[in-house]
């Protein structure tokens, strides 16, 4: 290159640096206003500016940092906390734009536009220092009134009011422009900025929300301007929708009208009262009581509550009396509580003075059905039976008070009668055996008693014997009829067909000089003439030894089928409540008295002696029976209760893409479970459900989403647009309380689902973030609502329980850590683990918010981390300073032998020295100031 050539560009390039250091005079931002300020410095923040000594917005170049560093050569080349001076840190700013904390409010006066960026006026050039005593208003930070663009400030430092306790900051060479909690900061007072206006009264805009001024402050909440009612938010901004106001959702327009009565919204129906807040539970509408869902949603169709399952017409009351539905016959209340009537009856009824029997799926019983273990008996209209009933050929008692089955021995009208195990009247001409005693039928039922004469027989003679029995005055049979001998059988039982164990030898206690040995029923077990018993099919018998005089003694004999030759049972499913007796094939019921019975889960089917097996829960259970010496499993038994029909919470639904939404179908009852259940949607790359019936959007549009289950069918309309709106504390938006449902449910709040987006909850959505691995802002956006609510969102490593306690883990300790960090009282990185220098940091927190201190971290301790009028830390200690701080500086300095003062909490030149001395030592910037390296150095040392 010519020398004139190389001597123009060295002046251009000169001339390229000027421009950048020392703009030309220009004024840019006609009219400035706080608003204005606010929302430049929101667009700085979400575009990510930097931080450079000097700047006000231009792109950050090498050149522009050199040309700084050469102006401030002191600032540049201050050691930071990662241990680079700050010009290296600048250099991360290289292609974004910059400010310092004073250049980002004269970037927003000197705007030239998006396409040039500022142009520099020297009137409006000053310090923080400089606005802050140009400014005429101001005041201490704690009586900062709600007002955009108002400016925050301590000594050498300045940042700008958002509203809702947030500020935007250009915070140092290692942050850039960032936002800030106000009570965070250490900032002592405000001001307005001396080169804008403020608002009034009236309406105006907020980023790009309507909001209004009244006596110069923005308004928040609920609030009645010109006879309109308008929600708005924690920063001013007006809201619209449903939020929580009062425990109520109340829906708020954007005119302020208010809405009242029946309303279609979102594609629903619902109902508001006259302050516009929406309908819940049962309310009586136009005379008659309604079921409301979410936000006033008129529900209809099956629907469960706490109270009961009720069917509802289109107009959402409940059907009353008998009613078919789905083929079923079922009979709903006709009076109810508090007025509400419907409930679909289930369980024992007394309907005008008659009972009847309503199973879990609402169907009346009718006919001979066992109850609870015990046998009913309903007539064709359900009407439940009482006294003596035939059915099924048998004939039957059943109980005028309870309506159960007699069984046993039992006194009617007088006369005894003799019943089975199953309820029906024995009315066989021969015994019959219970557990514990032996009867005798005269065949119509009457047990006799005295002197009886029964045949018997001996070995496999056909030729009968009769034996004269005794049967005592309570109708059982006398075993013995003398004291002289008795008959001692060597087992219990025997087992048809074994080779080893189908005959025993009875034996004689006492004398029999003529025995004579007879069988009752030789075709149960046969006896020999020497008192050999052998079985010959299963049953129960009684073996009976006779002398000449007529004395007798008698033996009860069990035979028992060989187990190896007993079926499994078909599978058999049962409601709950419902009763079965197990019917064995080859094993006569009353022997299954004789035999042990069991289930693998009492909880859900019990079995009684005698095999009558009782449902009580859904679930399942295997019944066993022991028999022979062995054990088999004889039937698998399943508590269900059938689907009675589907519910839905709703019938439109709209989401932003990449959100997913709760099931809004459900199994009626409850408790039928979703076996059957199967989901599909009309247009899945729109829309899909899951198995478990969660929504997922996943692309602009409209789908149908259907639940199924046999002919049952509900559908939910879902439309796939827009984006969630950000939630942070004090929001009360309707997403709150799932939001919060989900943090529960993920192991990461642990306070109530009130709806109201309070610290617990920012504590909960921090948590979050830290398992994500994203910065902790608190704040739920619509990507992390949606990462939240996605089937893959992690759960908390360690579920908190509202209190954190020394060597406590994981990401809510983290989260506390690194708040406490922010709030200038942790002398250290956050390490995850609650160690000794987070005991000191929340001591030193509570001291500093004059509270007693403490260990660990309660709910009181969560809710001041994020209170706007929390008492920060202080980032840096200096001479002159004092309190608890100071006196903790002292003492650690002590402890490692560079302070040898008195612990007075006073910042004393001794303390300064020692400062000063701890600096050097470790190779730091020695100012004599503890900041946070300092301090951070100090406290791992």
């Not at 005429?136 to 900062?144: D, K, L, Q």
């Not at 032996?438 to 008693?449: K, V």
């Not at 479970?673 to 198995?691: C, F, Q, W």
Request: aromatic residues 8%; glycine residues 12%.
């Amino acid at each position: 290159m010519k020398k004139p050539l190389r001597t123009l560009a060295a002046i251009l390039l000169i001339c390229l640096l000027l421009i950048q250091i020392m703009p030309a005079q220009v004024r840019a931002t006609s009219n400035p206003t706080g608003i204005g300020l606010a929302e430049f410095a929101l667009k700085a923040w979400r575009e990510g500016w930097g931080y450079v000594y000097g700047t006000y917005g231009q792109y950050t170049t090498q050149s522009l940092i050199d040309g700084k560093a050469s102006q401030y050569p002191a600032v540049f080349a201050e050691i930071m906390s990662d241990g680079q001076t700050a010009y290296q840190n600048a250099r991360d700013w290289i292609g974004r734009r910059s400010a310092d904390c004073a250049g980002l409010i004269k970037a927003y006066l000197w705007w030239l536009g998006d396409s040039v960026g500022p142009g520099y006026a020297s009137s409006q050039d000053r310090s923080a220092n400089g606005i802050y005593y140009a400014s005429t208003i101001r005041g201490p930070v704690s009586t900062i009134p709600e007002i955009h663009g108002l400016l925050v400030w301590r000594d050498g430092h300045i940042g700008i009011y958002i509203g809702n306790g947030e500020v935007i900051e250009s915070r140092g060479v290692e942050y850039g422009v960032v936002k800030t909690r106000l009570s965070d900061r250490n900032w002592t007072h405000w001001c307005t900025c001396p080169d804008a206006g403020y608002p009034a009264t009236g309406w105006t805009r907020f980023d790009g929300q309507p909001c209004y001024y009244s006596s110069g402050v923005f308004l928040t909440g609920t609030q009645v301007i010109g006879g309109k009612t308008y929600r708005f938010g924690a920063n001013g901004s007006q809201r619209t929708g449903f939020h929580l106001t009062g425990g109520q959702y109340r829906y708020f327009t954007a005119d302020g009208s208010v809405l009242t009565g029946w309303q279609t919204i979102g594609g629903e129906r619902r109902y508001l009262d006259l302050s516009g807040c929406a309908a819940a539970g049962w309310q009586q509408v136009d005379g008659q009581y309604r079921l409301f869902g979410e936000q006033g949603i008129l529900l209809t169709g099956w629907q469960e509550t706490a109270e009961g399952i009720y069917y509802l017409n289109d107009q959402g009351v409940p059907l009353t009396g008998d009613q078919t539905i789905g083929g079923r016959q079922l009979t709903f209340a006709q009076s109810g509580t508090a007025g509400v009537n419907g409930k679909l009856l289930t369980g024992w009824q007394n309907l005008d003075g008659r009972i009847y029997y309503f199973g879990q799926s609402g169907q009346k019983a009718s006919g001979l059905q066992l109850i609870g273990g015990q046998a009913f008996l309903f007539a064709e209209d359900g009407a439940r039976n009482s006294g003596w009933q035939e059915a099924d050929g048998k004939r039957y008692y059943f109980a005028a008070d309870t309506g159960a089955a007699l069984t046993g021995l039992q006194t009617i009208d007088s006369q005894a009668w003799l019943f089975g195990a199953d309820g029906a009247l024995h009315r066989d001409n021969g015994l019959l055996f219970t557990p514990d005693q032996i009867y005798l039928s005269d065949g119509e039922g009457h047990p006799q008693t005295g002197l009886q004469e029964i045949s018997g027989y001996s070995g496999a003679d056909a030729s009968p014997l009769a034996a004269s029995l005794v049967f005592a005055a309570d109708y059982s049979l006398l075993m013995a009829n003398q004291d002289v001998f008795a008959l001692i059988q060597p087992q219990e039982s025997l087992i048809a067909g074994s080779a080893a164990a189908s005959a025993f030898q009875l034996a004689i206690n006492g004398t029999n000089s003529s025995p004579a040995w007879l069988s009752l029923d030789p075709a149960v077990a046969q006896v020999s003439p020497e008192g050999l018993v052998t079985a010959v099919n299963p049953g129960q018998a009684v073996v009976v030894l006779l002398d000449g005089s007529g004395s007798y003694a008698a033996a009860r004999i069990t035979v028992l089928p060989d187990p190896s030759g007993l079926a499994a049972l078909a599978p058999l499913t049962l409601e709950p409540g419902q009763s079965a007796d197990l019917a064995v094939a080859g094993l006569p019921g009353n022997l299954l008295e004789a035999c042990v019975l069991t289930s693998s889960d009492p909880s859900v089917i019990t079995v009684s002696y005698g095999g009558r097996l009782l449902a009580l829960r859904p679930g399942s259970a295997t019944v066993t029976l022991s028999c022979g010496g062995q054990t088999i499993p004889i039937q698998e038994v399943t508590a269900a209760v059938p689907l009675l029909g589907l519910s839905a919470s709703r019938t439109a639904l709209t989401l932003p893409p990449g959100a997913t939404a709760a099931a809004f179908a459900a199994p009626v009852p409850a408790l039928a479970g979703t076996a059957s259940i199967r989901m599909e949607s009309s247009n899945p790359t729109v829309a899909a459900i899951s198995d478990t019936g969660k929504i997922s959007a996943l692309a602009a549009g409209s789908a149908a989403v259907t639940v199924r289950a046999g002919e049952l069918a509900v559908s939910c309309t879902v439309q796939v647009a827009g984006t969630w709106p950000e939630l942070s504390q004090g929001s009360t938006d309707i997403l709150v309380r799932p939001l919060q449902q989900r943090l529960q449910e993920l192991g990461y709040l642990a306070g109530t689902v009130d709806g109201i987006y309070g610290p617990w909850t920012e504590f909960a959505v921090a948590s979050f973030q830290q398992k994500l691995q994203v910065p902790l802002t608190g704040r739920a956006s619509h990507d992390l609502q949606n990462a939240l609510q996605a089937q893959t969102a992690p759960a908390a490593s360690i579920r908190f329980t509202g209190t954190l306690s020394p060597g406590d883990a994981g990401e809510a300790v983290l989260v506390l850590q690194q708040r406490l960090y922010e709030l200038n009282v942790l002398k250290g990185k956050p390490s995850g683990t609650y160690d000794s220098l987070t005991r000191q940091a929340v001591t030193t927190l509570l001291t500093l918010n004059n509270l007693p201190s403490a260990d660990c971290v309660d709910p009181s301790v969560i809710s001041l981390l994020y209170s706007r009028a929390v008492k920060s830390g202080r980032p840096a200690l200096i001479p002159g300073d004092s309190g608890y701080e100071v006196l903790l500086l002292q003492t650690r300095l002590q402890a490692l032998q560079y302070y040898i003062g008195p612990l007075d909490s006073q910042y004393t030149p001794a303390l300064d020295y020692a400062v000063r001395e701890f600096q050097a030592q470790c190779s730091l910037t020695v100012d004599g100031e503890a900041g946070p390296i300092t301090q951070g150095r100090l406290f791992a040392a």
